[in-house]
Nanobody
Framework: QVQLVESGGGLVQAGGTLKLSCAASGIIFSIGTMGWYRQAPGKQRELVATITRGGTTTYAGSVKGRSTISRDAGDNTVYLQMNSLKPEDTAVYYC?????????????WGQGTQVTVSS
């Protein structure tokens, strides 16, 4: 049974920091890119950051310079360190793991963790 367990969300004041974690288990295929997405009320889900198996990272312009994505390959965990948080960062944050069975890519999503930044 595939599980992506997210943690680390919460309420923080503007300028504060949070570190999100997402631990993947039960994925029997090879895990490739891992990433974080977010969805604010009334808006579409958007990419925040991704990290490939080789460690190459990409960031949305809105978080670049304020956030760092990292992963621990040993236990299939991906992290998102967020600094200098702004009220516009308020959203539900979802992790996504892409795995491949050699023929197809399979995407797995976490249940989401709420991040609320107060002004």
């Amino acid at each position: 049974q595939v599980q992506l367990v997210e943690s680390g969300g919460g309420l923080v004041q503007a300028g504060g920091t949070l570190k999100l974690s997402c631990a993947a288990s039960g994925i029997i295929f090879s895990i490739g890119t891992m990433g974080w997405y977010r969805q604010a009320p009334g808006k579409q889900r958007e990419l925040v950051a991704t990290i490939t198996r080789g460690g190459t990272t990409t960031y949305a312009g809105s978080v670049k310079g304020r956030s760092t994505i990292s992963r621990d390959a040993g236990d299939n965990t991906v992290y998102l360190q967020m600094n200098s948080l702004k009220p516009e960062d308020t959203a539900v944050y979802y992790c996504k793991v892409r795995a491949t069975n050699g023929l197809n890519d399979l995407d797995f999503w976490g249940q989401g963790t709420q991040v609320t930044v107060s002004s």
